[in-house]
């Protein structure tokens, strides 16, 4: 385990994080909503620092990113994670799963750069899960990225503090967000979550020069009406 960023001690053993917005109050021996951040003695570990369940090269456009080194190789990483709970969603097997499974591999950020340098890629991307749950292990890769000459793209939901924002996408290049809906009440029904802090997180990484593309998966009868996607 390595201690997590982003978190301050409460009472009674037990501790707040503030990477995103449910504001986890974590007691002893327990994890947050996302699974993968722990109090172990009044401290806030990450479970899945350097431990990987997905490694792969991928053509950038998988991401997807369109505009954003196309043409190029990227390589992608995801633990196991995620701080919404989309009852849509298409890598439960990640999003929802045990980060004591086993099933995960060791990498540390040197060794991922390495990788992505020895397979020509231009590029990293925190994806597959939610990168903002592996927030430390994805800040550490992505700055020893940036000095290796390669750039960095964050896959995400987008539900970052703004206190953590500025720190989780310091070396962040690019990012395409998955906006669910544009619709507090689908947040809350569909994801257990709220539309705004996704606004808010939009707002803020283009005042800091992120290139972002979004996604709105299209659910039938769900988030699927003409007036909706056109706001």
């Excluded at 080194?69 to 890598?91: A, H, K, M, W, Y």
């Excluded at 544009?182 to 569909?190: E, G, I, Q």
Aim: hydrophobic share 35%; proline share 6%; charged share 20%.
């Amino acid at each position: 385990m390595t201690e997590a960023r982003y978190w301050k001690p409460a009472s009674e053993h037990r501790v707040d994080c503030y990477l995103c917005p449910r504001r986890c109050r974590i007691s002893e021996g327990q994890a947050g909503f996302c699974s993968v951040r722990a109090n172990r003695g009044g401290t806030l570990y990450s479970l899945v620092y350097g431990r990987p369940c997905a490694v792969n090269v991928d053509p950038v456009e998988k991401k997807p990113l369109f505009h954003f080194l196309p043409g190029t190789e990227i390589l992608s990483l995801g633990t196991v994670g995620c701080n919404l709970d989309c009852r849509f969603c298409q890598n439960a097997s990640l999003s929802r799963g045990d980060p004591t499974n086993g099933r995960a591999a060791s990498l540390s950020p040197d060794q991922a750069v390495q990788l992505a340098l020895s397979r020509g890629c231009r590029s990293l991307a925190y994806t597959y899960n939610e990168p903002t749950v592996f927030a430390e292990y994805a800040e550490d890769v992505a700055a020893l990225a940036r000095q290796n000459g390669l750039r960095n793209a964050f896959v995400t939901n987008g539900y970052v503090t703004q206190e953590a924002l500025p720190e989780v996408y310091a070396n962040i290049d690019a990012a395409n967000v998955d906006l669910k809906a544009f619709s507090d009440d689908f947040y809350r029904r569909w994801t257990q979550a709220e539309l705004q802090p996704v606004l808010d997180t939009l707002v803020a990484l283009h005042e800091r020069g992120v290139w972002i593309e979004i996604t709105n998966l299209v659910i039938p009868g769900r988030n699927d009406d003409p007036e909706a996607l056109r706001a």
